[in-house]
């Protein structure tokens, strides 16, 4: 390589070159002093170290400094440093001192010693001809080092394919995540690229480092612990062995000691049944994922209020529309509703016993999930009645298959709201999102899009432009169709938002809707929340 360093006043010289290292003993010949950690020295020439690193001849021919500070590297990898810029060999670097060596390389831009430093790791990995712990892990240690400390994946690949090529990946990551909670996410993310496909070697190392802090120390589950399962796919060990998939998911469950924790395993395993759905086959014949959709569903539904009360519960039974429980109570709040207007107040409900034996019959014959405990003690506006019996207990809630997010601004007319231009932003971590270090809160927000009827449908934001100058940032894993939007009042009594189809109809008068946003959502303000699937 051809250093020039003419605004050093030196000439320009072709390096590695041999200056000759008994030049070193001459006292009269050096004239800078590099100092080492441990209060130590090591003498050498400015002008020969210019020739090898443009970062020392600026401090000597710009700066005129008469020595470096070296110090947080011993003095046998700065001497062995100065004995290479003067031989042009890296003669006598050591598995100990290489990676040092090789720092100072970078720090003082020495490019071809850099790249003598690389030819001896990968000279030492060939040496690694039977597998070995402490060969593979310096192997492997340093290559994670240049990731963490250079962002070069330089070494990367040379060790994991000698770890590889020798058939020890299991016993080495076995062995290696035995200190697991010490372990940086760069080296964490190595692990996991080394273990691949065969994610199992993960899986049962974790699974049995939980099982003992179970027994020994209970919860909870390290960070790392977390990290590690968190970026793994786990599907491939669902599909490779399911009997250890379910052993891990059980003690994790067993570790659970909080709501946070239990969601975070709900979710790493749903994540896992997604990813194995997701996964397309390898032929020709794969199937195209369909395009993603974006509106919210379970707006603006029509019913027919000419129905018997039981008539039009059996319609709920079976109609498709109907894809969870507080969609089936908000239809019975506005039929109810309808009911009292068109009776001049007054409507004779039937007995509350029996209508909730038949929600209850509902929901275990379409297999809906169970509201979340947060909804207990809230009424619908008409309904009359506790949304209790369809809540998960106390008990119960960490196991509960919905969340409820607010947004985070009230409105004092929702379908005012819905009737123009505007936008509803929710925070949200969604499932398989543990740590973010994005700006802001992780969420996302909802606009309203013009639509055949008097009331905005609303849509999900994706795009980037959507959360510019924004107090949110959108993850992709966030779906629509996951999504029941609902309002609350000043009571905290929910008020359905599902069942407005009248105001897509074409006689639809601006006097009637008037009258729904007065009488309907008459206790402002309101807020918007979203009942999510998770």
């Not at 970026?231 to 659970?256: A, G, Q, Y």
């Not at 509703?337 to 409507?347: I, P, R, V």
């Not at 209850?360 to 297999?367: D, F, V």
């Not at 606009?447 to 949110?472: F, H, M, Q, W």
Request: hydrophobic residues 40%; proline residues 4%.
């Amino acid at each position: 390589a051809v250093v020039s360093t003419q605004s050093t006043g030196v000439p320009n010289v072709t390096v590695p070159m041999n200056f000759g290292k008994d030049l070193l003993l001459s006292p009269t010949h050096n004239n800078i002093v590099l100092n080492t950690s441990k209060d130590m020295t090591v003498s050498a020439n400015s002008v020969i170290l210019s020739f090898n690193s443009p970062v020392i001849g600026h401090l000597t021919g710009t700066l005129h400094l008469t020595s470096v500070d070296m110090l947080e590297f011993d003095r046998e990898a700065v001497q062995l440093f100065v004995e290479a810029a003067y031989s042009g060999t890296v003669e006598g670097l050591t598995r100990a001192l290489f990676r040092d060596v090789n720092k100072i390389c970078k720090v003082f831009k020495v490019d071809w010693m850099s790249e003598k430093c690389v030819e001896f790791y990968k000279e030492e990995a060939e040496t690694v001809t039977t597998a070995s712990y402490t060969d593979l892990l310096f192997l492997f240690e340093e290559a994670a080092y240049i990731v963490e400390m250079q962002k070069s994946r330089d070494l990367v690949e040379v060790a994991l394919k000698r770890i590889e090529v020798l058939q020890y990946k299991k016993q080495f990551i076995d062995q290696y995540l035995e200190n697991v909670d010490r372990l940086s996410t760069v080296k964490l993310d190595l692990v996991i690229e080394l273990a691949g496909s065969e994610v199992n070697y993960i899986v049962q190392t974790l699974t049995n480092q939980l099982t003992h802090q179970m027994r020994v120390q209970g919860p909870p589950i390290s960070v790392n612990s977390r990290y590690i399962l968190d970026n793994s796919c786990l599907h491939l060990c669902k599909k490779s062995n399911r009997e250890l998939f379910e052993n891990l998911f059980s003690i994790l469950e067993d570790l659970s000691a909080d709501l946070d924790t239990m969601r975070w395993v709900l979710q790493l395993h749903k994540k896992a049944d997604l990813e194995q759905q997701e996964e397309l086959p390898s032929t020709s014949t794969a199937l195209v994922p369909s395009p993603r959709n974006n509106k919210i569903p379970n707006l603006y539904h029509n019913k027919n209020l000419s129905m018997s009360f039981d008539q039009f519960v059996n319609w709920l039974c079976s109609s498709g529309d109907i894809t969870n429980v507080l969609l089936a109570v908000e239809a019975i709040d506005t039929w109810v509703w309808h009911q009292c207007e068109a009776h001049g107040g007054y409507f004779p409900f039937p007995q509350f016993n029996a209508l909730i034996d038949r929600i209850a019959g509902m929901m275990n014959t379409r297999g809906w999930f169970e509201l979340p405990y947060s909804l207990r003690g809230r009424y619908m506006r008409w309904f009359g009645s506790l949304l209790d019996p369809y809540c998960v207990s106390e008990e119960e809630q960490l196991q509960c298959g919905y969340v409820v997010v607010d947004c985070i601004d009230t409105c004092d007319k929702p379908l005012t709201f819905l009737s123009g231009e505007g936008t509803l932003i929710f925070h949200f971590k969604p499932p398989g999102v543990t740590s973010c270090k994005r700006p802001g809160h992780c969420g996302f927000i909802l606009k309203t899009i013009p639509s055949a009827g008097a009331l905005r449908t609303l849509e999900l934001c994706t795009e980037s432009k959507d959360y510019d100058n924004t107090s949110v940032h959108f993850h992709d894993s966030v779906r629509a169709e996951n999504m029941h939007i609902f309002c609350c009042d000043t009571n905290n009594d929910l008020c359905s938002l599902s069942w407005f189809g009248w105001s897509h109809s074409s006689n639809t008068s601006s006097n009637e809707m008037e009258w729904w946003k007065d009488k309907f959502f008459n206790r402002p303000p309101f807020k918007f929340r979203v009942l999510y699937l998770i």
